[in-house]
């Protein structure tokens, strides 16, 4: 069997690439974030808050790529730290809308500026023309694969 019909090419594969690339981002985030005290993940809830306030566990869990049961611990940990605000009850249903504090809003702050740090130095080697056709090919991977159309 030849190397083509053995597999992929990972020297061409831009899947392949792409993993490459998510892993550096997450690793320079990971550096960028450590100083701070702060996961990837930690960081990813708070962005998420800061722009949709209120968000349940499921929610967040969805949006940082982690488990609800995952989620819930952080959260937790982020309440007795001060950083996000939950209701004791429900206020309908069985979700708990969470809320950032102003020790929260403080700490994305200083995250944003670190995470901003790496995708400026990720993207540094592009034009502005370049940062945004790379931006809509990305999406029309990511809408193609959630695509159920298509047959997948």
């Not at 083509?4 to 792409?18: C, H, Q, R, W």
């Not at 985030?29 to 349940?56: D, F, K």
């Not at 700490?107 to 901003?116: D, P, S, Y």
């Amino acid at each position: 069997m030849s190397q083509d019909s053995a597999g992929v090419n990972l020297e061409t594969s831009l899947g392949y690439l792409l993993k490459q690339a998510s892993s550096s981002l997450r690793a320079a985030m990971v550096e960028a974030l450590r100083p701070l005290g702060m996961t990837v993940t930690h960081y990813s809830c708070l962005e998420l808050l800061s722009q949709r306030p209120g968000l349940s566990n499921s929610e967040l869990a969805r949006g940082s790529f982690v488990t609800r049961q995952s989620m819930n611990v952080l959260l937790q940990t982020l309440e007795r730290e001060g950083q996000v605000s939950r209701p004791a009850e429900p206020p309908a249903g069985r979700a708990l809308p969470t809320q950032l504090t102003p020790a929260g809003r403080e700490a994305l702050a200083e995250a944003t500026a670190a995470v901003r740090q790496v995708e400026v130095q990720m993207l540094a080697g592009l034009t502005d023309e370049e940062q945004s056709t790379a931006f809509r090919i990305l999406q029309s991977m990511t809408d193609s694969l959630r695509d159920d159309s298509t047959g997948a």
